[in-house]
């Protein structure tokens, strides 16, 4: 077994059952999360992806298979790789057993669980996974600069850049070519291999950086499209791959290195052919201008283009900001956001006399709970809050244990009974007895 410390999440409805496989693997190097019901793993899988699931086979209102084909159907959905399901099974039967791999279980244990037997199994399947690992990292991954490779950025920016907001930025270094003739290739490695490391510090971990050929670079920056984190970004490692090369090179280093930056806003169901040409197009307009800087595609230029055409603006726009799919639950929006549909929601409910409702849910623990615990049971409490709220309620998290919900058309009645009803699920919960839930109501008439 690597270092990584892998994540098992155990499903089955006894709670002495569930307490026994925890402790076995307690000590193990692995997280372990649990859940009492097919539906709560549901719940728990939207917002985590743990390496194993380890699930009871008999469980009432939901079995381990019915629950095993709804997971199964959600991760194709939604074009998710597949946790690997050991099924836990007091049968002692060939039948259970074969119908479980039939649809797809990667191993079986039997009740009662040998602690021998049930680690083996999971070693096993987690070293499969450690050699699929490596080898799709070393299939995807630069060697010199640890970024992901062209092919990488082939196959996956199109889906990325398609659901997916924010921005798409060639880099591109300045007059690099004289570093290897001057200095040797073996220099001009050196100078790639410390550039990444400078691009990489000077962006979130959630951002992706791709190297795209000798000196070329893509980057994709999640969920912003504000220009003036490029402009800054660029200035940034523009100064640091100087200074960089003076302390490499010497004090009598003139080369006039830097990067040249060409970016585009990405918005939903782009196409990644044409912002990687209109990125393109900027990173020209910065070349022929100076270099050392970051311009971002003008859509005017697309316009003297003949590109725009009204009608098919105004569908790319309905398109834009209508909602995917069919929305059955509250509205989950970071703060920014929220704060915008507040002040909207006020305004309506002023004009047309409505009411609505302004909530406060948040969880307290009686006692002292580590870490990983602590994050899974907020993770199930927002998920049981958003599924418990109607579809035109609009909710935020503005604190690690707290939500923030505006209710519209409330009623004290409708109140009463929606917050009865998540009480009710959280009972149910393997945290209820370790948080409880609190509420603050305030209504607008």
Request: include cysteine; hydrophobic fraction near 35%; aromatic fraction near 10%.
């Amino acid at each position: 077994m690597d270092t990584k410390k892998y994540w098992i999440v155990v499903v089955d409805d006894d709670e002495i059952s569930l307490k026994n496989t925890r402790d076995m693997l307690s000590g193990e190097n692995m997280r372990i999360s649990s859940v009492r019901s097919g539906n709560d793993l549901i719940l728990f899988l939207k917002k985590n992806r743990p390496d194993i699931i380890l699930m009871d086979v008999m469980m009432p209102e939901m079995d381990g298979f019915e629950t095993y084909q709804i997971l199964h159907d959600y991760e194709q959905e939604h074009n998710l790789s597949h946790i690997p399901v050991i099924f836990l099974t007091g049968e002692n039967d060939s039948a259970t057993e074969q119908k479980g791999l039939m649809i797809g279980a990667s191993d079986f244990v039997r009740k009662p669980i040998n602690k021998d037997v049930l680690l083996r199994r999971i070693h096993n399947i987690l070293s499969n996974l450690k050699a699929i690992e490596d080898l799709t990292e070393e299939a995807i991954t630069d060697k010199l600069t640890g970024f992901f490779n062209k092919a990488y950025a082939e196959e996956k920016m199109p889906e990325i850049c398609k659901s997916n907001r924010g921005m798409l930025m060639i880099l591109d270094l300045d007059n690099f070519k004289l570093i290897n003739d001057l200095y040797g290739h073996d220099m001009g490695d050196d100078v790639l291999r410390k550039f990444a490391v400078i691009a990489r510090h000077n962006c979130r971990e959630k951002d992706i950086l791709c190297r795209i050929g000798g000196d070329e670079f893509l980057a994709f920056f999640t969920d912003t499209t504000d220009e003036n984190i490029a402009y800054s970004y660029t200035q940034r490692i523009n100064e640091q791959l100087f200074d960089l090369c003076v302390s490499l090179m010497g004090d009598e280093f003139d080369v006039p290195i830097g990067v040249s930056v060409g970016c585009v806003s990405v918005t939903d169901e782009d196409d990644y052919d044409t912002l990687f040409h209109f990125s393109d197009k900027a990173l020209y307009q910065v070349k022929v201008n100076g270099k050392h800087g970051c311009q971002f595609y003008d859509i005017r230029q697309q316009i003297e283009e003949g590109d725009f055409e009204p009608d098919k603006e105004l569908q790319r726009m309905m398109t834009l900001c209508s909602e995917r799919g069919k929305a059955e639950n509250a509205m989950l929006v970071g703060q920014d956001a929220f704060i915008s549909i507040y002040r909207y929601m006020e305004r309506f409910a002023r004009r047309n006399h409505e009411n609505m409702a302004k909530v406060i849910v948040f969880l307290t623990a009686d006692e002292n709970v580590d870490n990983e615990e602590y994050m899974d049971a907020m993770s199930l409490f927002g998920s049981i809050l958003q599924n418990s709220f109607r579809k035109n309620d609009v909710m935020t998290k503005n604190r690690s244990n707290c939500y923030f919900l505006l209710l519209s058309e409330y009623s004290s009645k409708d109140g009463k009974t929606v917050m009865e009803r998540v009480i009710e699920k959280w009972q149910e919960t393997e945290f209820a007895n370790i948080f409880k839930i609190g509420f603050e109501v305030n209504t607008y008439h």
